[in-house]
């Protein structure tokens, strides 16, 4: 079992920052790819972006990529989400998610290839 943990979520005004961060316990999410996702209300679960297992290689939805950057910490099992020049259609709940698969779009970018979900951050942007 892997437990997951969202922290760093929070009220901003447009055009500011803020880094999320998702805590791995329990069995090690090393193994794993490790992605954000996020859900605005009344809207479907969305792909944000994806890391691979050793960090190497990462990829980010084209709505929030040149802002948005997914980095992790296998020595501290965190994975971070820094997040720049938000927008207020960037306002959602953010949820952390780990599983096992091919690191290819058709998996990374599918919620349903996820295991391990936290409990999600709320992000609020102000314009």
């Known amino acids: 079992q892997v437990q997951l943990g969202e922290s760093g979520g929070g009220l901003v005004q447009a055009g500011g920052s803020l880094r999320l961060s998702c805590a791995a316990s329990?069995?090690?999410?090393?193994?794993?790819?490790v992605a954000w996702f996020r859900q605005a209300p009344g809207k479907e679960r969305e792909f944000v972006a994806a890391v691979s297992e050793s960090g190497g290689v990462s990829r980010s939805a084209d709505s929030v990529k040149e802002r948005f950057t997914i980095s992790r910490d296998n020595a501290e099992n965190t994975v971070y989400l820094q997040m720049n020049n938000l927008k207020p259609e960037d306002t959602a709940v953010y949820y952390c998610?780990?599983?096992?698969?091919?690191?290819?779009?058709?998996?990374?970018?599918?919620?349903?290839?996820?295991?391990?979900w936290g409990q999600g951050t709320q992000v609020t942007v102000s314009s």
């Open positions: 998610a780990a599983g096992v698969m091919p690191f290819v779009a058709n998996y990374y970018q599918n919620r349903y290839q996820y295991r391990y």
């Open positions: 329990g069995r090690t999410s090393s193994s794993m790819t």
